[in-house]
């Protein structure tokens, strides 16, 4: 009897001897995250409306509210006002510049009439010249030409002077009218300045989704008053996940980014899922061994933190215990 109970003690010792040596299910451990983001108001004003609802699946781009932009549609009415009456002082200086431009070729036509009166008068003065030198007709015709030539020659000149002063006033005032112009188009590109602006704070009063995702909280009410950087709600993208686990410098040298391994969610009462996943990040620097992290080498007081990406299939939750086999 007593050496059967001997036996027994020496085959306990070895079992127990064998499970000390067995391999451990898992080479380290962490807790579940995904890309959490906290969307925050870019405008300030009356929140018109806001279709948000916790555990709430939206898409990417999906507009789920309206901050009042009532004032800004306003600003945006007036300055087209602007533009437009700067517009209309525009086209009066350019109707003005092409009459001063008119009245001038209106000048230069009178003037070639007058020298086609000159060239024809001068022609008819030397038949008639002809003429009263055979004793055809009275000298005095002759001199009626000559004196119809001084006065046409007199008008000429008169034109010319027109001409010149207008060309010195059409100058003047080309300058007067330009500057006038470039004064308008910098009024008109400063208000496009404006009204670009203005467009863009009305779009950011739309509040969209910046990526598809699940909405863990909501921070406000349809009807509240927010300015801008006010938080509206945080989203986070649980459709690919991340478990983040610590590992000691003797495992470094087995991993490495890119690597496939197993990630169990380990629901508890020896209860797990097994997903595939993907070691997507390792840090370059060591920190002390988290008290809620075991380790293989439970001695090892440096860590680091490494990060495996995984697809989830609805079943993993932020904050969930999970185990990593690499």
């Known amino acids: ?102 009245q001038q070729l209106d000048l230069n036509k009178q003037l070639s009439s007058i020298q086609q009166q000159i060239t024809n008068a001068q022609r008819e003065r030397q038949r008639y010249a002809e003429l009263v030198k055979d004793g055809a007709v009275p000298r005095k015709q002759l001199d009626d030409i000559d004196n119809q030539i001084k006065v046409l020659n007199r008008q000429l000149e008169a034109t010319r002077d027109q001409i010149r002063s207008a060309n010195a006033a059409l100058a003047e005032q080309g300058k007067g009218i330009g500057a006038q112009m470039d004064g308008i188009d910098s009024q008109v590109a400063g208000i496009d ?32 008053f927010v300015s801008t950087g006010k938080p509206l709600f945080k989203m986070a993208d649980v459709d690919n996940m991340f478990i983040r686990a610590y590992v000691t410098s003797a495992q470094l040298q087995g991993i490495k980014v890119g690597q496939q391994c197993k990630v169990f969610a380990d629901y508890g009462d020896g209860k797990k899922k097994e997903y595939s996943g993907t070691i997507t990040w390792i840090s370059n620097r060591s920190e002390f061994t988290p008290k809620t992290i075991l380790t293989d080498d439970e001695r090892a007081d440096l860590v680091y933190a490494v990060k495996i990406a995984i697809k989830n299939d609805g079943y993993v939750k932020i904050g969930m215990y999970g185990e990593v086999k690499f």
């Open 193 to 224: 300045a404006q009204q670009r602006q203005l467009d863009d704070q009305i779009a950011n009063a739309d509040i969209v989704a910046p990526f598809q995702g699940t909405v863990l909280e909501k921070y406000v009410e349809q009807g509240e």
């Open 1 to 102: 009897m007593k050496k059967l109970t001997i036996m027994a003690s020496v085959a306990l010792m070895v079992m127990a001897a064998a499970c000390g040596k067995k391999e451990k299910a898992f080479d380290a451990t962490g807790t579940f995250e995904a890309t959490e983001v906290t969307i925050s108001a870019k405008a300030t004003g009356e929140l018109k409306s806001f279709d948000v609802t916790e555990g709430q699946t939206i898409e990417e781009s999906t507009q789920v509210g309206r901050i009042d932009t009532y004032q800004l549609v306003l600003k945006k009415q007036q300055l087209e006002t602007q533009r437009g009456q700067l517009a209309a002082s525009k086209r009066q200086l350019s109707s003005n510049r092409s009459a001063a431009s008119s």
